[in-house]
C-alpha cells in the first residue's frame, strides 16, 4: 500500500498563476483533508471531504477550491496565485469523521512557493 | 471556541534524560486526541489515540496518558532517533463536524 501520495512534491508559482494540488489514496477511506502548515502556526484545515460527494470548508479556505473527484482523489486547485499561499501542503485521509475512525493518515506534503 | 496548546514549544535533551510534552485542551465533549510524530520534510505520522481521563498507551519509549483538561507524552531514555516535532490533535463531539484540532506542537532535539 502506497498509503496517501501527493504531486508535485515542490512547485514555485509566480503570482496569479493557477495550479492544482492533486492527493489520492489507497487505503478504501472515506474521509480526505487539506491542511497548510505554516511556521509558528501549525496546521491549519482547508477544507475536507467526509464522503465521496461531499467538501465542507475548513478554518482557511480563501483563495482555494476542492474537487473530491473519486472515492480516491482529493485536489486542492489555487485558482489565482498570491505570495500569502507560500505553504507547505498536506492531504490527509480517515476512515470515517468521529472517535478511532477519524485517524488521519498523512501525504509526504507539497511545498509551495509563490514569488 | 475549541482551543488545544502544547507546550514547550522545543525542548532539548541528552540522550537517556526523561521528559514530558504536554497538550492541554478546552474543548465540549471530547471525542478523542491524537498524537502524531513529524520529522522535518515528512508528513504526520500517526501514534496514538486516548479516549477518556485515565487512558494510557505505550509504544517502545512513548507513554501517552490522558486526564480531562490535558494529555501528557511521557518519553523514556530518548535516543536521538526520538528527535521530531509532536503534534497534538483534539475532536470535539458536540456541535462540531468531529474535525479534529491541532496544537503547535513540541519540537523534540534529542542530543546523543
Known amino acids: 500500500n502506497a498509503g496517501v501520495t501527493q504531486t508535485p512534491k515542490f512547485q514555485v508559482l509566480k503570482t496569479g498563476q493557477s495550479m492544482t494540488l492533486q492527493c489520492a489514496q489507497d487505503?478504501?477511506?472515506?474521509?480526505m483533508y487539506w491542511y497548510r502548515q505554516d511556521p509558528g502556526m501549525g496546521l491549519r484545515l482547508i477544507y475536507y471531504s467526509a464522503s465521496e460527494g461531499t467538501t465542507d470548508k475548513g478554518e482557511v479556505p480563501n483563495g482555494y477550491n476542492v474537487s473530491r473527484l473519486n472515492k480516491r482523489e482529493f485536489s486542492l486547485r489555487l485558482e489565482s496565485a498570491a505570495p500569502s499561499q507560500t505553504s507547505v501542503y498536506f492531504c490527509?485521509?480517515?476512515?470515517?469523521?468521529?472517535?478511532?475512525?477519524?485517524?488521519?493518515?498523512f501525504g509526504p506534503g507539497t511545498r509551495l512557493t509563490v514569488l | 471556541e475549541d482551543q488545544v496548546t502544547q507546550s514547550p514549544e522545543a525542548l532539548r535533551l541528552q540522550e537517556g534524560e526523561s521528559s514530558s510534552l504536554n497538550c492541554s485542551y478546552t474543548v465540549s465533549g471530547l471525542r478523542g486526541l491524537f498524537w502524531y510524530r513529524q520529522d522535518p520534510g515528512k508528513g504526520p505520522e500517526f501514534l496514538f489515540t486516548l479516549y477518556s481521563a485515565g487512558e494510557e498507551k505505550e509504544k517502545e519509549r512513548l507513554k501517552a496518558t490522558l486526564t480531562k483538561k490535558e494529555s501528557f507524552l511521557h518519553i523514556t531514555a530518548p535516543k536521538p532517533e526520538d528527535s521530531a516535532t509532536y503534534l497534538c490533535?483534539?475532536?470535539?463531539?458536540?456541535?462540531?463536524?468531529?474535525?479534529?484540532?491541532f496544537g503547535r506542537g513540541t519540537s523534540l532535539i534529542v542530543h546523543p
Open positions: 490527509a485521509s480517515s476512515e470515517g469523521l468521529a472517535g478511532e475512525r477519524g485517524t488521519q493518515y
Open positions: 490533535a483534539v475532536q470535539a463531539g458536540t456541535g462540531g463536524s468531529y474535525i479534529p484540532t
Open positions: 487505503m478504501n477511506h472515506n474521509s
